[in-house]
DNA sequence: AACGTTATTTCGTATTATGAAACAAAGATA
DNA sequence: TATCTTTGTTTCATAATACGAAATAACGTT
């Protein structure tokens, strides 16, 4: 690899291209989408599936990724000291609710989807775990914001409005600082934020915070359906169902924080 | 590190150390542990941060496995492709049954946990997903083994029996090789496997086979619960249920195969 | 049988990693 | 408040690993 780049760094760059699309590759193709040399590559690959990171086919002698990063991915606090424990409740309110319901963090001032409960009945959302969304155009999002404490709240606004200049994703989507923060007034007077198609059209979603036993908000919690079947009285159904939820994950997480 | 080793396995080896039992390490006290210089390891330390892989509490400056292992554990297709379609099948089978619920499938001649529900009602059981146990001294194990298709079963209890030298871990564990082949053979007859205290003292374990829709032998699904509660009766209803899960698990993984 | 493609190995050279030492920062102690 | 101790962070000469061109092996295609 003719960059200037430590071997860990070369390392996760490579297994970057083990995507859910395509999570199979052959040695030369890889080399050629790298654009590295394929022996360098195919070393990188041998030595990765020593330590069970990736794993070879015997038969079509193509890679994939291995039990390792998913016994490693277990061991992440978030998954083991959180998901592990708030995902019955999402499946409880996803129940009652018929809705897709989320559960997100806040990380580099930007929502980081952490689990998902779809319903049957309920519309195919396109969010995906371990993605980021923009926190100013989202539900969780400006729930998560609105409910920080003021000064990390001010600083982290400013860092989304002023230095990383939002882009729209619909006509709804908020750019306007003040507007933003007019928003996340309200959302902390009534106790939830709504995004009504702010950040995919014909998409509108409903967002709780949710705190841990040190009552700072760790996490926000969704529901996610068509404009079309979101009406005034379903609102609060929905608000009430995922307060429920998530003051059961509050008992169930102790003082857990996702740094 | 004074040891002949690629930058690949010294970063794997580093993350070994953050396990869920002390998931969070300073440099100097992760150094120490590792036998390294603790300028190398707070090198390895700070790329592995920018890369997400690890993070680090600014108050504390300690570090802890980060979001970028998290979300990498969730593109493994044993996770994308059949953890998160048959996770509501095991948690539908643990309400039924409620004792617990595991799913495994067979690697490196071992059982590999790769999910459980646990029932309220039932026994605290110490598995752990992403672990590893002895296949000849579980339900699980000889419930993969005793549906391999012919050859690879008996190449694999070649490699188990003869060449690794199975360990007694209670007195009813099965180390006769013809015993073993036996025993696989009712388990294969009847449609299940009992683990009768081979694993572990006052612990029963049944297990049922999970085909893919090639009808090849992928995982095996298992209840456990305190010997002192399985009761002949309970264990024709427990493989009922159990047979549900499978049928339905089939049918959400199409021709998922686990390598 | 010959050809094409991909996987795998070799070895001289290029690049990265190491660790001792020094410095910075912060908490503990007198 | 000053001093000491411990941990985190940085520097740089040296040691070790990584690289890639070329060759070989393996396998599928024609």
Same mark, same amino acid.
């Given at each position: 690899m003719k960059e200037l780049k430590s071997s860990v760094q070369k390392t996760f760059a490579l297994l970057e291209y083990f995507t859910i699309q395509k999570p199979i590759w052959g040695v030369t193709e890889l080399a050629e989408a790298i654009g590295s040399n394929k022996s360098t590559v195919y070393r990188f690959l041998a030595d990765l599936c020593r330590l069970g990171v990736l794993y070879k !086919?015997?038969?079509?002698e193509k890679y994939g990724l291995g039990l390792k990063l998913f016994e490693l991915g277990g061991r992440v606090q978030l998954k083991s000291a959180f998901v592990d424990k708030t995902h019955p409740e999402l499946i409880k309110v996803a129940v009652r609710i018929t809705e897709t319901v989320h559960i997100a963090v806040l990380k580099n001032h930007q929502v980081f989807y952490v689990d998902k409960v779809e319903s049957p009945q309920g519309l195919k959302i396109s969010s995906h775990i371990g993605s980021f969304n923009p926190a100013y155009a989202t539900a969780l999002g400006k729930t998560l914001l609105a409910f920080l404490p003021e000064e990390i709240k001010m600083q982290t606004i400013h860092t989304i409005? !002023?230095? /990383? /200049?939002p882009i729209a994703f619909t006509q709804n989507t908020i750019l306007n600082k003040t507007t933003l923060l007019k928003e996340l007034a309200q959302i902390k007077a009534m106790g939830y934020g709504i995004? *009504?198609?702010?950040?995919?059209?014909g998409l509108i979603c409903v967002a709780i915070p949710v705190f841990n036993q040190n009552n700072e908000v760790v996490a926000s919690l969704s529901a996610s359906g068509p404009?079309? *079947?979101?009406e005034e009285k379903k609102v609060a159904d929905y608000v009430a169902t995922l307060k429920k939820g998530a003051n059961a994950i509050q008992h169930k997480i102790g003082f857990f924080k996702p740094w």
């Open positions: !086919d015997p038969v079509t409005m !002023d230095l /990383k /200049k995004d *009504r198609e702010e950040f995919e059209q404009a079309n *079947r979101f």
